[in-house]
């Protein structure tokens, strides 16, 4: 798959964008900078480096920078929070958080809802943590705007 480098991203001196899309369509492409796709609405596929993943509404996707990706052509409607932003933006941790790789890129909300009614709480909670982060941070820059 031919890819190409998308650079210069985002700002040096605060590297974080949020966008709020409907339907997508991109090539396949990679950058230096992580992505967080989290679905409001509808269903999308995205492929990241030799896998496919479908998201449905209230699904987490995290694209590592490096990884190749791409929004496929959609099939159905889709409403979807696009986060993207360089590990500068933790200053000293970000050395410690460049060699780690996801194991699980994708959170699925009825996953994490199936491992709240077994008690297994870390991945529950996990989940719920990252799911209003994201929410207060799309919340935080609409009123900003």
Known sequence: MQAWHQKNLLEP?????????????????????????????????????????????????????????????????????IMQFGLSLFGSFSSAIADKKISTPLLRSYEAQNTCDKKENAVCNAHKAIEAQILAMIYEFWYVL
């Open 13 to 81: 001196d605060f590297p974080f964008e949020l966008h709020i899309t409907e339907n997508l369509e991109f090539p396949p492409h990679w950058h230096e900078e992580f992505e967080i796709i989290y679905v409001l609405d509808g269903q999308l596929d995205i492929g990241v480096n030799n896998e496919i993943y479908t998201l449905n509404p209230t699904d987490i996707l995290i694209i590592q920078g490096g990884d190749v990706h791409h929004f496929l052509p959609p099939v159905k409607w889709s409403k979807k929070v």
